[in-house]
DNA sequence: TAGTGGTCTAGACCACATT
DNA sequence: ATGTGGTCTAGACCACTAA
């Protein structure tokens, strides 16, 4: 029957007691998951907003609730003046491997793409994971991750000027980005910790990830170690949508089937 | 001046032009960010949604919207019946890291406590991950993480029957949990691979983390390898409000002031 | 009992993309 | 011009916590 003229009292009783008193939009959203599982495939658009909040007898608000959620776990994608879409599965992204220092140099290269370097008193809050007092210089690099084709992530990339006493400081922006990563790639970096935690994409991020400003980010912040001392930070926002992080030893790990990502929901 | 009597439409254009028109709910997720940065401190309580919504001229809608991003960045905590809260900065969670088998499972028998233990056929989700075909008996032991008495993750950690011959099948629920994890120790793990992304607690999940369903959660995936072969999947939900994951080697990083996290909002 | 956040409604208007 | 999702309003009632 798909999504049918069904009002929502009529699905939330399936036993003769309501229980709980499970919200509509909860509700909403379990039979929404469902009937995108069974009758609609990716890229597919659902009846518009005031279509299905009429057929389920809520007001549009609440119907919106239902998506919100759905959008959230990456099942929808809503376009302005277009519609409601079935998403893809999310694209598993390597982050931070355990490749050898070359490979992973020119991995990088490949993948981030330069968009502005500027030198400045380093902030408050920077400082103080960069192990630095408050206004030392350091170089900012900006980058973009895109994979085949599509942006999935901005970095800011920040390094102690005090870290590379040989860079030249005449060079203009463009050049002096390739500076700081040359110099920072003949470093050496021994190691790497990473941390990655749930944010919101800022206007300046938001508008190099193509979507608007309150937009779900995972941040990932790695630590670059250097001889024993922290050497640079880099900030990353990977795009909540349309990402699955992938962390692991280089071909180490059995593959199975990992197109197919099993959510909490589908195994419990 | 703190939460004035400020109306929106008087802190929009700091310059003469209101320009990109940005929506009011961002802008003051702004305003209330800034305020609670040097206004506010930790476990504080803001004044109530209806108070706030009257200060700043706008629907109490609106307001819960401003509200609705702060807490998904971690920066709030909304408890019913109480009031709004400023939120502690998150808590680092190591995750895997490259610590010895050993140490690592003495590490997980501390901070995880077992909730229970089900034998049943795969899913059709699960069989996939796994590389089984539907229906295959697989053993599912449900856990918890807490830290310091508060509970951040939730699991299930999936084993085919098959991997583990040796189990006595007699065994009931408690035992076999046990049984379980004692033989997937023995099988000896080398080599794990593991995946985040972003979700929702559903409705068991929620009731682990103590967190009303819909709750944003970090689902990291692992696959545990044993010889060669896929021997377990384990899925693990995250309260994403709370906790930062850390990946890294132990020790070999560089630690300054973690304790305060660097924000992709503060550094840029 | 009073106060809080959570849910829900029925409208309105706007920004954007297509035709 | 039309149709879409995005924003915003002004109310209402409910569920929970505390005094």
Redesign the pocket.
Known sequence: MGLSSLRVEDTVGQGTLAAV?E???WHLRTVLLRTMDTEFSTGQV?P????LSARF??????L??ALDQLELEGRLV???????LVAAPRVGIPVGGRQSGRAAAAHAAQEWKVVDCTTGPATAALARTLGLAEGDQVHTVRRLRTVQGVAVAAESLHVPSAALPHLAVVVDGGDRARGVLRQLERLGVDGESRSVELGVAEAAEAALLER?PGTPVLVVTTQYAAAGRLAAVAVSTYRADTCKLTFGESGAAVQVASAVPVSAAAVS
Chains 1, 2 share one sequence.
């Open positions: 008193a919200p509509k939009y659902l518009n907003e005031r279509e007898g809520v007001a549009r608000a609440t919106r609730q809503r376009r302005r003046g277009i519609g409601t608007p």
